[in-house]
């Protein structure tokens, strides 16, 4: 079996994260926890690109319209449809526009737990309730609410892969191997080697 510091996740800083300016707040946020970026590039994506993205998982559109539902409800109030599968079609439509509007940065981070780990800096989908410390809770506001109300996608920043198999066909989809580079980096002895006993003169 793989070591665990082998698993690798897909970020991808959304074009809002790029107008805005918080490139270097995101990647840093990664960085410092002991993940290595292992590949990296700028892009104006397709519609395509962007519609075969979040197609990859096939249960996607369900989950993506429940939790949208699920939020509504637990704040007393009416989604803006009952089917999951409706609310997810209209979503895929909003994301082509919003993930095509401007250059987005795609990028594969590596290191123990990276998908979880990712995910928990990142924080929840919708800004509005995600949690403080985390980059969609401190860097932006958006809700369900207000992106419904303007028909549009919700605009929060970052893109990371939801668990280890979305992370596994989602990178594919964004890099070839040989954009993926394979290196070392001092501090990983720090972080996995299981013998220390070297540091001390
Ligand atoms: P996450 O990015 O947190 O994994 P999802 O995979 O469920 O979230 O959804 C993908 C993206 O689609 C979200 O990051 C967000 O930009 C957008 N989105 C999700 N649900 C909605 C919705 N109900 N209305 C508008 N945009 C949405
Ligand atoms: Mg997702």
């Known amino acids: 079996m793989a070591h665990p510091k082998t698993e690798q996740t897909l970020v991808i800083v959304k074009p809002d994260g790029i107008q805005r300016a918080l490139i ?17 590039k700028m892009l104006v994506p397709t519609e395509a690109m962007i519609e075969q993205h979040y197609l990859l998982d096939p249960d996607w559109k369900k989950n993506v319209g429940e939790k949208a539902i699920a939020s509504y409800e637990k704040k007393g109030e009416t989604p803006p449809s009952k089917d999951p599968i409706a609310v997810a079609d209209l979503v895929v439509a909003r994301l082509k526009k919003y993930m095509t509007s401007g250059p987005v940065i795609a990028m594969v981070w590596e290191g ?7 995910r928990k800096i990142t924080g929840g989908t919708e800004p509005r309730s995600a949690g403080v410390g985390t980059i969609r809770g401190d860097f932006v506001l958006d809700s369900y609410q207000m992106a419904d109300g303007d028909e549009r996608a919700i605009r929060n920043l970052i893109h990371a892969s939801g668990s280890v198999p979305e992370a596994r066909k989602e990178i594919p989809h964004w890099f070839s191997p040989a954009e993926i580079t394979s290196y070392r980096a001092p501090h ?6 299981a013998d220390i006993s070297s540091i001390l003169a």
């Open 188 to 193: 990983e002895a720090t972080l996995y080697d």
């Open 24 to 40: 270097g707040e995101i990647m840093k946020r990664y960085e410092r926890l002991g993940l290595k970026l292992v590949a990296l």
């Open 112 to 118: 123990a737990h990276a998908v979880e780990l990712v």
